[in-house]
């Protein structure tokens, strides 16, 4: 019984973690910010579930889970072609309810939370064009730094990041059109490699966002869809012995939706949600975020 609720929470705590980088694509699509300008958010995001998708795809129950997360992300332009990224949970909480006996009543196992800094990222994009076409594409580069609590709780198995250094290299192209008089529009892809230590397993990413503004770009209306395809080279739990090493193995096709609006020429407040269709080892809930933005491209 001991066992099987180790291995429950493992998965539990593994599926928070992977919702928790569901915003993939961090490098904000392939046009880099202009030299001396930058964008700047401050967020709050947070998922709460009680079942999650097993390693096999199936849908399992699971005692109550959640995070939340404040947030800054930031993009600021070196130069015109060299972007400056970081994304940082400045202060995440990440809790389990008390597992109770269907039959009885009784507390298995009492709940517990932790509260400290998340994992951070940080990285450097490089935006060009293709000169045959004049399409916008980007190189970026991002570094996952294990800056959150890996091993917190009576049992070491609520955790704040996953204390592993990983590094994401990502391609994005796009283009800028007017889909009506009124109406502006955008289109992006993108894909990336990330490789992962301390055991965890390679991923391969991929996704697309197309976006829709309004009221002369006042109000940005976007859809994501994010992937993320495992290599299934990391350890496994009978591997190893510490439950520092808990996201392994894991993937997800998810999508997401965002809206954006200005309400000064720099200041803007958004909204977004995000779900994942399809997974192994992640979260079948909704996540949600709300923010505040400072746009200085404009």
Same mark, same amino acid.
């Given at each position: 019984? =001991?066992?099987?609720?180790?291995?429950?929470? *493992?998965?539990?705590?593994?599926?928070?973690?992977?919702?928790?980088?569901?915003?993939? %694509?961090?490098?904000?699509?392939?046009?880099?910010?202009?030299?001396?300008?930058?964008?700047?958010?401050?967020?709050?995001?947070?998922?709460?579930? #009680?079942?999650? &998708?097993?390693?096999?795809?199936?849908?399992?129950?699971?005692?109550?889970? $959640?995070?939340?997360?404040?947030?800054?992300? $930031?993009?600021?332009?070196?130069?015109?072609?060299?972007? !400056?990224?970081?994304? !940082?949970?400045?202060?995440?909480? *990440?809790?389990?309810?008390?597992?109770?006996?269907?039959?009885?009543?009784?507390?298995?196992?009492?709940?517990?939370?932790?509260?400290?800094?998340?994992?951070? #990222?940080?990285?450097?994009?490089?935006?060009?064009?293709?000169?045959?076409?004049?399409?916008?594409?980007?190189?970026?580069?991002?570094?996952?730094?294990?800056?959150?609590?890996?091993?917190? =709780?009576?049992? =070491?198995?609520?955790?704040?990041?996953?204390?592993?250094? *990983?590094?994401?290299?990502?391609? #994005?192209?796009?283009?800028?059109?007017?889909?009506?008089?009124?109406?502006?529009?955008?289109?992006?892809?993108?894909? $990336?490699?990330?490789?992962?230590?301390?055991?965890?397993?390679?991923?391969?990413?991929?996704?697309?966002? @197309?976006?829709?503004? &309004? &009221?002369?770009?006042?109000?940005?209306?976007?859809?994501?869809?994010?992937?993320?395809?495992?290599?299934?080279?990391?350890?496994?739990?009978?591997?190893?012995? %510490?439950?520092?090493?808990?996201?392994?193995?894991?993937?997800? %096709?998810?999508?997401?939706?965002? !809206?954006?609006? @200005?309400?000064?020429?720099?200041?803007?407040?958004?909204?977004? @949600?995000?779900? !994942?269709?399809?997974?192994?080892?992640?979260?079948?809930?909704?996540?949600?975020?709300?923010?505040?933005?400072? #746009?200085?491209?404009?």
């Amino acid at each position: 019984m =001991g066992k099987k609720n180790q291995n429950m929470k *493992n998965i539990i705590i593994t599926t928070i973690l992977v919702i928790a980088s569901i915003n993939l %694509s961090i490098a904000g699509g392939p046009w880099p910010q202009p030299k001396g300008k930058g964008y700047f958010k401050l967020s709050e995001y947070w998922i709460v579930f #009680d079942q999650h &998708f097993t390693d096999a795809g199936l849908l399992d129950p699971n005692v109550t889970n $959640g995070l939340f997360n404040t947030n800054f992300y $930031g993009e600021y332009g070196i130069t015109n072609q060299f972007t !400056a990224i970081v994304n !940082a949970p400045l202060f995440s909480r *990440n809790f389990m309810n008390n597992v109770v006996s269907g039959t009885t009543g009784e507390v298995l196992i009492p709940g517990e939370a932790v509260n400290s800094i998340g994992d951070i #990222d940080v990285g450097l994009k490089y935006g060009f064009k293709l000169s045959s076409y004049e399409i916008p594409v980007s190189a970026t580069l991002i570094l996952g730094l294990p800056t959150g609590n890996s091993a917190a =709780g009576t049992q =070491g198995n609520l955790q704040t990041g996953d204390g592993e250094f *990983n590094q994401l290299f990502q391609i #994005d192209a796009g283009f800028g059109f007017n889909l009506a008089p009124k109406v502006s529009s955008y289109f992006s892809a993108y894909t $990336g490699f990330n490789n992962r230590t301390n055991g965890f397993s390679e991923e391969f990413r991929f996704g697309a966002e @197309y976006g829709l503004g &309004f &009221f002369k770009n006042k109000l940005w209306i976007n859809g994501k869809l994010n992937v993320v395809e495992s290599f299934k080279n990391g350890k496994t739990a009978a591997d190893i012995t %510490s439950t520092s090493v808990f996201a392994n193995n894991s993937e997800f %096709s998810s999508f997401a939706v965002e !809206a954006a609006v @200005y309400v000064t020429k720099k200041v803007g407040f958004s909204a977004s @949600y995000a779900t !994942a269709f399809r997974g192994e080892i992640i979260a079948a809930a909704p996540a949600y975020s709300v923010g505040i933005f400072v #746009d200085l491209s404009k």
